[in-house]
């Protein structure tokens, strides 16, 4: 089991940033792949970028790429979303996964996932 926590959430005006963090527990060591995913309101979830756990290669949506940073901290156990140059359409909760196999833009190869953290971006 992996247990996910997010935290870094809040409101910002367009334009500012934020850093969501996601700290993981239990069986991490067996993680290959840590993403984050953001679901609006009424609308589906969808992929915003991801990082192979041992390769450190990352990958992310085209709708932020550019502006959004995905990273970790080991020592930590830690993922990190750094999200720039925020717009109101990326308001939605945004939650972090983990898999144990290589994975990209689909959420299925993910098992595990946390609460989630609510980003509301304001014009």
């Known amino acids: 089991q992996v247990q996910l926590v997010e935290s870094g959430g809040g409101l910002v005006q367009a334009g500012g940033s934020l850093r969501l963090s996601c700290l993981a527990s239990g069986r991490t060591s067996s993680v290959s792949t840590m993403g984050w995913f953001r679901q609006a309101p009424g609308q589906e979830r969808e992929f915003v970028a991801r990082?192979?756990?041992?390769?450190?290669?990352?990958y992310y949506a085209d709708s932020v790429k550019g502006r959004f940073t995905i990273s970790r901290d080991n020592a930590k156990n830690t993922v990190y979303l750094q999200m720039d140059s925020l717009k109101p359409e990326d308001t939605a909760v945004y939650s972090c996964a983990a898999s144990m196999t290589v994975a990209y833009a689909s959420a299925s190869p993910y098992t595990f996932w946390g609460q989630g953290t609510q980003v509301i971006v304001s014009s």
């Open positions: 990082f192979l756990w041992n390769a450190g290669t990352t």
